[in-house]
C-alpha cells in the first residue's frame, strides 16, 4: 500500500480545513465530518459487497477490487465539497491524483454498460441517501 508523505498529507488536510472542506452538507445545512462520509462508504460496501476496507486498499487488480476502488472514489468525491483528489488517492491506495481521475472517469461507461456494476451502484447510492450522506441521487 502506498503511504504518502505524513506532512504532506497534513498540509492537504490543512487546506481542507481553510476551504472548509472536511464536510458534506445535507439539505438540512447539517454538516457532516469527512471521516464520517469515509467510514461510512467503506461500511457500505464491506456490508454489500464483501469487500473490506483492507481489500480495497491493497494492490489486487481483480476486477470486482477495481470496481469497489471506482465506486469508492466517486462517492466521495461527488458528496464531499472540493475534496482534494490527492486525499481520495490516500484513503483508496492510490499512488497519486491521477489513478483518481482515471478511476471516476470510467464510472459512467461501466454503469451504463456492466449490469452488475449498475446494481453496485445503485444499492451505495441508495445507502448513501439513507445514512444522509448524500441529499439526492447522483446524475452520470
Not at 16 to 38: G, M, Q
Not at 111 to 139: C, M, P, R, S
Amino acid at each position: 500500500i502506498y503511504e504518502p508523505d505524513e506532512i504532506l498529507l497534513n498540509q492537504i488536510l490543512e487546506l481542507c480545513k481553510e476551504k472548509n472542506a472536511l464536510y458534506t452538507i445535507t439539505d438540512t445545512n447539517r454538516k457532516i465530518p469527512i471521516s464520517t462520509v469515509v467510514d461510512t462508504l467503506f461500511k457500505i460496501i464491506e456490508n454489500n459487497l464483501a469487500i473490506t476496507k483492507s481489500d480495497i486498499r491493497s494492490k489486487n487488480r481483480k476486477r470486482g477490487l477495481a470496481d469497489a476502488r471506482k465506486l469508492f472514489s466517486f462517492f466521495l468525491r461527488f458528496s464531499v465539497i472540493e475534496i482534494p483528489l490527492k486525499f481520495i488517492a490516500h484513503k483508496v491506495g492510490y499512488k497519486d491524483h491521477t489513478s483518481v481521475i482515471y478511476n471516476l472517469s470510467k464510472v459512467k461507461g461501466l454503469h451504463k454498460t456492466d449490469v452488475n456494476f449498475k446494481a453496485h451502484y445503485t444499492i451505495i447510492q441508495n445507502e448513501l441517501l439513507k445514512e444522509g450522506i448524500i441529499n439526492h441521487e447522483l446524475i452520470l
